[in-house]
């Protein structure tokens, strides 16, 4: 079975330009995070999707981060514009329901480099 | 929103059992217990999950006392390739998943 697929691995942009990460969670997992992690640092949530709702986004920069799950399954991040302190990774993960137990699937994550 | 606290790092030799502790003082009635893993480039891997006594699979066992203000993970035998971050959190049903710092294992030869 597939993991938990995003895309692209790695991205360079200069500051104010805008970047799309895509995350395609595994099938069947109705749960979708997306995390952002800086060096040495654990993940930090930044939303988290039941279906195609966003049910926590507490976290999300909203001035300048928007992120999308149409249909309950793809999901896209998007931070515009981009500022030096977005440089991180950006880490997508699934999960099956977010019940009482449950376990979260990552993905490998998109390495940003804003400079 | 239960915090943890785990030591920064350690070390340990090839072959040795390694146990990390999680103190979380503030942890709630439906509170899970879970430890994560990862690897430099990776994003985090579940290792074991728990709400009380004792809880083992095929790579951990999870021990959790009765009153579960702390857990401690246990890694038997450990491998250079366990050399890794090891994150414990608490939370119920991933609703407000925090990750800390975590712990860094080194696994010396």
């Known amino acids: 079975e597939a993991g938990v697929v995003q895309s692209p691995r790695y991205k360079i942009i200069e500051k104010k330009q805008p970047v799309a990460f895509w995350c395609n969670p595994i099938?069947?997992?109705?749960?979708l995070y997306w995390y952002r992690q800086n060096l040495g640092q654990g993940p930090e949530l930044l939303i988290r999707?039941?279906?195609?709702?966003?049910?926590?986004d507490s976290q999300l920069p909203k001035d300048r981060f928007s992120a999308e799950r149409l249909k309950g399954v793809d999901s896209t991040l998007k931070i515009q514009p981009a500022e030096l302190g977005d440089s991180a990774v950006y880490l997508c993960?699934?999960?099956?329901?977010?019940?009482?137990?449950?376990?979260?699937?990552f993905g490998p994550g998109t390495r940003l480099t804003v400079t | 929103l239960a915090k943890t606290t785990q030591p920064i790092s350690m070390d340990s030799y090839e072959g040795q059992e390694v146990n990390i502790t999680c103190s979380h003082n503030?942890?709630?009635?439906?509170?899970?217990i879970t430890w994560y893993q990862q690897f430099p480039s990776q994003g985090p891997r579940f290792i074991i999950q728990?709400?009380?006594t004792k809880v083992t699979n095929e790579v951990a066992s999870l021990f959790i006392p009765a009153d579960r203000k702390s857990s401690t993970l246990s890694l038997p035998r450990v491998s250079l390739s366990d050399t890794a971050v090891y994150y414990c959190?608490?939370?119920?049903?991933?609703?407000?998943?925090?990750f800390g710092a975590g712990t860094r294992l080194f696994v010396k030869a």
């Open positions: 999707y039941e279906n195609e709702e966003a049910v926590d």
């Open positions: 959190l608490v939370d119920t049903g991933g609703f407000k998943t925090i």
């Open positions: 503030n942890i709630a009635t439906n509170d899970y």
């Open positions: 728990g709400y009380k």
């Open positions: 099938s069947g997992h109705n749960t």
């Open positions: 993960a699934s999960s099956f329901a977010a019940g009482l137990t449950y376990e979260q699937y």
